[in-house]
Every structure is written in structure tokens, then in C-alpha cells.
């Protein structure tokens, strides 16, 4: 919604009424500005000033587009101080949109409309006692019409057309109104299924006595989609037959004329009804639906001389497009004086003439500006609807075909595919290579999209969707097979040869869900492709989307925790093999008031970059608790803090720790850091200043899942960790008879090279009973206990 549409001509009126102008299109569609000039041209002078709401439908459709204009609107009219006094909408979708929210937004008000193309939505609204309007008719009869007239040697008649709401409204008032000229010849040209070359190859094939209808028509089968400029050329290029179209413009490109909408005076006539409603005390219910909305019949008069039509066929207020002006017309206002001075100074006529020779160029000059305009304002359309760089379908274009013109009790698949490890070409060679190799892409998958009769679009950075017709795909189907391998070459930038490899995620159609949901879906099934290892190809399963939503419920579980102190640890006793005392605690995070355990949050936590924050947080708990331990007089044993590696990046977290156990007077004995072995085996400058910090702080380090990952005792030798935890893992599949010798020999080759070593996951007394045979250190497990909450650990006897 944008600000008041108040021009400062109109300043010293007073104002009396606020209006609501509903649009279903945005300010760049083709005849806004005429829309909007009629209803000011009726507002101002009576002392209406207005708002205006757009909708966008033709680029953002589809049902959950208007519920999120619904939300937009609801949110902005409800806090919006203006106390409308009445409603007018333009165009089907806005019509729509009041009738179905009139009780909740415009209850009571007078709304009126216009521009609306859909008889039965006009004929409904018409019959509610707060609305009427102007319908507005397709225009392509009156066309046909005036073709019959001025061309009545031409008998084929050639309907070009695509899938479009107004494409499909257009063939149908066609193929009607040629119902009754059975003597003409009726062809078809539907561009939504044929290629570009395909319809070049109709246009070849066309009589010489055709006329070509040009009506709604953007895309072929490809999904491509066409300016009025290209399409326009296109036609004349492979035919000489005179073009014809039922909407505005193209007159000065190559259409010979046709009859189409007047926004201005439809805008203008809705303005008046309102008016006339708000300020001179007329009721709604005094006004019929009008149906004999405001036209315009527009001609180009050089083609009309080419193809032998005169004006005296068509009717008086038709509007030409490139007629020569007549001398009287040209000089009406100065051909009196200009008669005078000829009379009485003859000897300026070669000026005069000079004047004349000057004046016929200028209007060639502006004739000439206002072709290259159109041409650019066709040329600005285009390049809206494409991605600049790689010349596909940008992503609201193709999201906006998929939503017209996919039914969804159609069979089809959508496919979205994102290119793995993009990120590493532009940061290795740059961004202009990067480009260039992006560029190879898309013209790979351009080429394949036409071989396979596949309709592609650019999603956005390195992610392309592509819409397959008429059937369904799996990875197994030959189209995706075909698909994954044509990455098995190197793409090329100059001297550059990269070889990439794609993730790809598949939606089928089911009956029901629209085109959106499928984007949406096949949006899952590339992030299970990705999760899973790239390069790999999945299709869509409601369990995807299942985990998916737990794992944003995990997600704002996670993060409300963040913002409202939502941890707390639980403490689990570790046990002297040989005493069976307790000699310390692993801190266990939970989360206060979601039911997710560790094994769910702690891998999101990591995936979305949390584990520094929350490594900070466990930290301080466990100090914190410590110190009040400490306080009550109890006896303190260390506790160990679990360390990630992704908290590598937290370069300041020694220092953290460092003044917090100075802020609360904990000496670093009591702290134990336990770090896993990938931290050994990067063995990074960042890691072996964080093992020395650590050991200069006085922080033991212990070895976490040893027997999970490389396993080597070999990196124990060089980092200073005193104590290593052997997996659960191990202790289930090697603490049995016939191998827990094995079990015994890594025992005492950690003490071999000087190491203490915990086991986990001790849960029978059997198994402590042969650890403590054969000489372990320290025992963690739900033999002893299960972790317990701050209370119960300082207060537990494992006796």
C-alpha cells in the first residue's frame, strides 16, 4: 500500500472522502497509469483523495500468494488510521479478494469495480447489494469483425494463443464468435506446446490468404517466454499475413490493428458511480452492471495502405498509428497568419519553407522517439522476466508460469537442482570465472531442458528449476539419469576446467496440492539430497517433510532457549574403577521446557553455527554450579565440559573461561575439557594454540569417543590429553566373551604411554567387575548412574 495519491494541482479542494483503490497488478502493468488517471480525474476535483493496494497477481499468483497479501493486508488496513468511505477495485483477482473479505475489511462500504473479464464473478458481484461496476468484455470479436470487414478476400483465419487465464478466455470467444462464419478456414496455433522452431514452422506453412490473431500469448513450450517485440518479429519474419490483436500496443511494431480495452474512461466511469455514491447522495443499488465498458479501435494506417483497407470500413473514432497528417491539420493554428505573411512578404517564403521542411521532421523525430520507446518499454518487460546473466526465466517468472499454467489435477514433475560446492569456485577462482562457468551451465541445461521437453528457470545463485509435463521422475527415469550425468564433464572458463557434480530434489504432482507446494517440496527433498552427501538425487516423501518440521521445531526450541535462559545441565558421576568413589562429573546440557534430548538439538545447534554460544553458556552453568556447590561447603570434584570443534572458531572462549573462573574463584583443577579426535587429527595452528592455552590455564583435557573415529594412539603422544574416554560403541561390541581381550590391550597401551583411561557406558556389574580385572581407570554408566540434576550428583555414594 502505497502513501496518498494527492497531486498538489488539486491542494485548495477540500477533502470529504477517503477511498480505497484496489489493484490486482502493480504499477508497471501495461495500462496502470491510464487506470489511475481516469479514477483522478473524477477524485480530485470532488474532493476524494485515495489509497492505493497492489496486489502483483501476475507475478506473485497462486492461492498462498493472496493469503500472503491477505496477511499483509490485514495487518497494515487494520493499523491504518484512514476511515475509508468506499472501495474501488480493478481487474478479477481484486474483485475477488473484497468479495471474499468484504464482512471483514469493507463491511457497509459502496465498492465498485471495473476492468473485470470474468462475467459470472461480475454477474455475482453485481448481485451483492453493496456492489456494481463495469464488466469489461474480450475484445477479440469486435477485432474479428472489423477483420471480416476490411478484409473479406482473407478466409483463413490463424488463433495464435497460449495456456494463460486470458489465453484460454481469448480461444474460447474466438472459436465462438468463427462459429458463424462457416465459410472460413480455422487454424490453431497453441505456442504453450510447441517450441519456438515448431511455431516457426506453422507460421512457414500458412496460406496466403491467412490473418494471423494475436492474442494472449508469452511463452512456448520450453517455458520461454516472449516480449511483444520478438514475438511480433517472429510473425512477420516467416509470414506476410496482417496481424491482429485485441490488446494495446504493437501498432507501431507490425500489427496492422484491433480493438481493446479503454482503461481511462472504464477507470473514469467507476470513479463517477463512486462519486456520485460518496457525494451526491446516489445508493449503489440505483446502478446496473454496465456492459458496454469503453473500447478503443486503433489501426496502423501505413499497413492498412499495404494490405488495401480504407477508413471508410472502419468505425469514425478508430485511432490511426502512422497517418500522415493533412496540411490543414498540420498548420490549422498558424495557416492564417501564415497566409497573411505569404501575402504581404513574399520574399520570406523560402523560410517559410524551410519552417515546413523543419516542421515535417520533427514529427518524423517524434514519431521515430515514441517507436523506440514502446520498443523499450517491451525491452524493459523482458529483461524483468529474465535472469540478466544467464538469460533464463528469473525465479518470479518461472514460479509466476508454474502457478498459471500448471493445473494441479495435472500429471508432472518439478525438479530443483543446486550445483555442489559453488561456493568454493567463486572463492578459489573468483567471481568472474565463477560467472563464466555459471554461464556454461545454463547453456548445458538449456540445451538439455529443449532435448527433453523441459521448461527451466534460474531459482537463484546456483540452484535451476525445471518442470516436466505429463509424467512422473524418479532418479531411475532416463531424463534425471541424463540429467546427473551431463555434470560428468568439466565445465569451462578460459583456461579453467572444473568438474561439479549436482544435488537434486524431485516433487511429484498428487491431485491436490498447487505448483507452489511442489516447489516447496522439491526445496525438501534438495535439502535431504544435500544432508545425505550430494550428488544425489531424491525424491519428495511427506517423511522428509515430517523431520523438516521438527527440525525447525528443534530450531525454535534451541533458539528460545537462547533468549530466555532455557538450559540446564544434568551431572553424571564418574567412579573409580578400583575404590568405587566418586571422583568427578560429565556435564550434560538439556533444554528447560522443550522435549527435544541432546542426540536431536546438539547436531542442529551445530549445522546452523550455535555451538560457540552454546559451549559459553555450558561453561558458565557448570562454573556457576560449581561455585555454589563450593559455597555450601560441599566437597568439589572436577567436571568435564564437553568441547566441539566448531567452537574453534570462538578464538576468545580461553580468555571467557579464564575470567569466569576468576569471577567466581574456581581454580582450573576443577574444570576438564573433553575434546573429540577430530581436533587431533586437523591438527591446526588454531587447535595447538588452543590444546597450549588450555594447559597453561591448568585445564586438563580429556579424550572423548576414542574407538568412534581414526583411533590412532599415535596423535596421543604429542597432544597434551590426560585421559581417554572409550566409546559405548566398544564397550557393547567388544566387552564380550571370546574378544574382550581386546578391550584389555587398548587399556594398557593408554597406560603404556602414560594416560588415564575412562570407559562409558558401563550398564552391568559384569562388565565393571572385568574392567576393574582388567585395571581401568575411571567407570561412567547407568550401572552407577544415570546423569543426574545438580542436587542429587553432589549428594551421590556409589556404595
Not at 169 to 192: K, M, R, S, W
Not at 334 to 352: D, E, H, Q, Y
Not at 464 to 490: A, N, Q, R, T
Request: hydrophobic share 40%.
Amino acid at each position: 500500500m502505497n502513501t496518498r495519491d494527492q497531486e498538489p494541482d488539486h491542494s485548495t479542494v477540500e477533502i470529504r472522502q477517503n477511498v480505497l483503490y484496489l489493484s490486482s497488478f502493480d504499477s508497471m502493468h501495461a495500462n496502470y497509469d491510464e487506470k489511475k488517471n481516469g479514477i483522478e480525474s473524477v477524485f480530485y476535483d470532488n474532493g476524494i483523495q485515495f489509497d492505493i493496494a497492489f496486489m502483483d497477481v501476475k507475478s506473485f499468483s497462486g492461492d498462498s500468494n493472496v493469503s500472503s497479501f491477505y496477511n499483509f493486508f490485514s495487518e497494515r488496513y487494520n493499523n491504518n488510521s484512514a476511515d475509508y468511505t468506499g472501495i474501488i477495485v480493478s481487474d478479477d483477482k481484486a474483485l475477488q479478494f473484497a468479495m471474499d473479505h468484504q464482512k471483514e475489511f469493507f463491511d457497509g462500504l459502496p465498492i465498485v469495480f471495473f476492468a473485470i473479464n470474468n462475467r459470472e464473478r461480475a454477474d455475482t458481484a453485481e448481485a451483492n447489494p453493496y456492489i456494481t461496476g463495469v464488466f469489461e468484455p474480450d475484445y477479440i470479436g469486435d477485432t474479428i469483425k472489423y477483420t471480416v470487414a476490411t478484409m473479406p478476400h482473407r478466409k483463413t483465419f490463424v488463433a495464435l494463443h497460449d495456456e494463460s487465464e486470458a489465453g484460454l478466455v481469448d480461444i474460447d470467444e474466438f472459436l465462438a464468435y468463427t462459429q458463424d462464419l462457416p465459410d472460413y478456414d480455422i487454424i490453431e496455433i497453441n505456442t504453450a506446446r510447441l517450441t519456438m522452431s515448431e511455431i516457426i514452422e506453422e507460421l512457414k506453412k500458412l496460406p496466403d490468404d491467412s490473418v494471423v490473431f494475436y492474442m494472449a500469448c508469452y511463452n512456448d513450450a520450453t517455458g520461454h517466454k516472449y516480449s511483444l517485440l520478438d514475438l511480433t518479429n517472429t510473425i512477420k519474419e516467416y509470414t506476410d499475413a496482417p496481424i491482429m490483436r485485441n490488446y494495446v500496443g504493437g501498432r507501431e511494431m507490425g500489427i496492422l490493428g484491433g480493438t481493446y480495452m479503454n482503461a481511462f474512461d472504464q477507470a473514469k466511469q467507476a470513479a463517477i458511480i463512486l462519486n456520485d455514491i460518496l457525494n451526491n447522495n446516489k445508493k449503489i443499488t440505483d446502478y446496473d452492471l454496465m456492459t458496454d465498458a469503453a473500447s478503443i479501435t486503433c489501426f496502423n494506417y501505413s499497413l492498412m495502405k499495404k494490405y488495401g483497407i480504407s477508413e471508410k470500413l472502419l468505425p469514425e473514432d478508430t485511432v490511426y498509428i502512422n497517418k500522415p497528417m493533412s496540411l490543414y491539420e498540420t498548420y490549422k493554428d498558424i495557416l492564417p497568419i501564415a497566409v497573411f505573411i505569404m501575402l504581404s512578404l513574399l520574399s520570406l517564403v523560402g523560410s517559410i519553407s524551410f519552417a515546413f521542411i523543419n516542421e515535417k521532421n520533427h514529427v518524423k523525430d517524434l514519431e521515430r522517439s515514441k517507436t523506440e520507446i514502446e520498443n523499450s518499454k517491451f525491452l524493459l518487460q523482458y529483461q524483468a522476466e529474465h535472469d540478466e546473466l544467464l538469460d533464463l526465466l528469473n525465479r518470479r517468472s518461472i514460479v509466476n508460469y508454474l502457478q498459471e499454467n500448471v493445473k494441479s489435477n495435472s500429471k508432472y514433475s518439478i525438479i530443483l537442482l543446486d550445483i555442489d560446492g559453488f561456493k568454493d569456485v567463486n572463492e578459489n577462482y573468483g567471481h568472474v570465472t565463477g560467472d563464466l562457468i555459471l554461464n556454461d551451465i545454463a547453456d548445458r541445461l538449456k540445451y538439455f531442458s529443449d532435448s527433453h521437453d523441459l521448461i527451466i528457470g534460474r531459482y537463484g545463485g546456483d540452484e535451476f528449476i525445471m518442470l516436466k509435463c505429463g509424467s512422473w521422475l524418479d532418479k531411475d527415469s532416463e531424463i534425471v539419469k541424463d540429467l546427473v550425468d551431463l555434470f560428468s564433464k568439466p565445465f569451462v572458463a578460459g583456461e579453467v576446467n572444473i568438474l561439479l557434480s549436482i544435488s537434486v530434489g524431485i516433487s511429484h504432482s498428487d491431485n491436490s496440492s498447487d505448483s507452489q507446494e511442489h516447489i516447496i517440496n522439491s526445496e525438501i527433498a534438495l535439502y535431504e539430497a544435500k544432508a545425505n552427501g550430494k550428488n544425489i538425487v531424491c525424491v519428495y516423501a511427506d517423511e522428509m517433510k515430517q523431520k523438516l518440521s521438527e527440525e525447525s521445531n528443534i530450531k525454535n526450541a534451541f533458539l528460545n532457549a537462547f533468549d530466555h535462559d532455557g538450559f540446564y545441565m544434568k551431572y553424571q558421576p564418574k567412579v573409580s574403577a578400583k575404590t568405587r568413589e566418586l571422583i568427578g562429573f560429565e556435564a550434560l546440557v538439556r533444554l528447560k521446557d522443550a522435549p527435544f534430548g541432546p542426540g536431536q538439538f546438539i547436531p542442529i545447534a551445530e549445522k546452523n553455527g550455535w555451538t560457540s554460544k552454546l559451549g559459553r553458556i555450558i561453561t558458565e552453568i557448570v562454573i556457576k554450579q560449581i561455585a555454589k556447590w563450593k559455597s555450601e561447603g560441599r566437597t568439589i570434584y572436577p567436571v568435564s565440559i564437553n568441547y566441539s570443534s566448531r567452537q574453534l572458531n570462538d578464538t576468545g572462549y580461553v580468555e571467557f573461561l579464564e575470567s569466569l573462573l576468576e569471577k567466581y574463584g574456581i581454580e582450573p583443577k576443577y574444570i576438564e575439557i573433553e575434546i573429540t579426535e577430530s581436533l587431533l587429527v586437523e591438527k591446526t595452528d588454531v587447535s595447538e594454540k588452543l590444546f597450549a592455552d588450555l594447559k597453561r590455564l591448568g585445564i586438563s583435557l580429556l579424550l572423548d569417543d576414542f574407538g568412534t573415529g581414526y583411533s590412532s594412539l599415535a596423535y596421543l603422544t604429542y597432544v597434551p590429553v590426560e585421559n581417554v574416554k572409550l566409546d559405548k560403541s566398544l564397550v557393547d561390541s567388544y566387552l564380550v566373551d571370546g574378544k574382550d581381550a581386546f578391550i584389555k590391550d587398548v587399556i594398557q597401551l593408554v597406560h603404556d604411554i602414560g594416560k588415564l583411561i575412562t570407559i562409558e557406558g558401563v550398564e552391568e556389574e559384569w562388565q565393571f567387575e572385568r574392567l576393574r580385572e582388567f585395571n581401568a581407570d575411571m567407570i561412567q554408566g547407568y550401572f552407577f548412574s544415570e546423569p543426574l540434576d545438580p542436587d542429587e550428583a553432589i549428594n551421590y555414594s556409589a556404595d
